[in-house]
């Protein structure tokens, strides 16, 4: 269930969710490799991880 979630995200929000939970990258690199700025990381990323949050929760999965 949950990989469904992350598999129906667009590339761009899963690769910097790989970066941010799996290599643990900051915001600043993941700008640098994806060609954005920080805060635009950041936002993509905090939209992204409430979006998951919300889908989770509905779906019945407790965090």
């Known amino acids: 269930m949950e990989n469904d979630v992350f598999a129906s995200l667009p590339e761009r929000e ?7 939970c799996v290599l643990e990258l900051t915001d600043g690199e993941i700008g640098r490799i ?10 993509h990323r905090t939209k992204v991880l409430n979006e998951l949050q919300k889908d ?3 779906k019945g999965v407790r965090n």
């Open 14 to 20: 899963k690769s910097i969710l790989i970066l941010y």
């Open 56 to 58: 989770l929760q509905s």
């Open 34 to 43: 994806a060609e954005m700025s920080r805060s635009a990381v950041q936002r």
